[in-house]
């Protein structure tokens, strides 16, 4: 579904703007409600976006609000870019629609090309395909414990979770080698 809960949408609103990061990449964009939020206050920001329904962006005029959209799969998208670096990246109620390792395979990637990860994700909410989108049906639980070897925070509010996670380009004894 393109839509979201907005529990943490303030909490969200907040730390975008606390945070003043310039490059933001927003994973299952849907209807773009991050993506409006980002550009709200940091009108500047590079927001770069990821859709896998070829629908959705057409219909919520996607462009508009994004610099560039990329309509894929993320999964294919990662394992083609290993140069890839944002400095926040956004994963609203799209991880529970990957199986867990490859849930947990992108969050070991994003880890060392960001430096903070939103992540929300539901707690026993059933989803299946909804109008013929296989891509809608959850396929992974996921709760605090599947965080642990990460630098984070969580955050409950009725049947949705939010963690965020340092990633390692924001990590003062993180060692980091340029390319080339």
Not at 24 to 51: Q, S, V
Not at 84 to 104: C, M, P, Q, R, T
Not at 142 to 148: A, L, M, N
């Amino acid at each position: 579904m393109p839509y979201s809960e907005v529990f943490f949408d303030k909490k969200i609103e907040k730390f975008i703007q606390k945070w003043r990061y310039t490059s933001y990449f927003d994973i299952g964009i849907g209807a773009g409600k991050y993506g409006k939020i980002i550009k709200r206050n940091h009108p500047k920001a590079k927001l770069t976006g990821i859709e896998i329904d070829s629908e959705y962006i057409n219909k919520f005029n996607l462009f508009e609000t994004y610099d560039e959209v990329i309509q894929g799969d993320i999964r294919d998208y990662i394992n083609k870019n290993d140069g890839f670096i944002a400095d926040v990246v956004i994963i609203g109620d799209i991880i529970e629609h990957l199986f867990k390792s490859e849930g947990v395979d992108l969050l070991n990637y994003l880890v060392y090309r960001t430096k903070k990860i939103i992540v929300i994700y539901p707690k026993k909410y059933v989803q299946y395909n909804v109008n013929n989108k296989s891509h809608e049906s959850h396929k992974s639980v996921w709760c605090k414990d599947d965080f642990k070897c990460f630098n984070f925070k969580i955050f409950d509010d009725n049947y949705l979770s939010m963690v965020v996670i340092n990633g390692y380009l924001d990590d003062k004894k993180a060692v980091i080698k340029p390319y080339g």
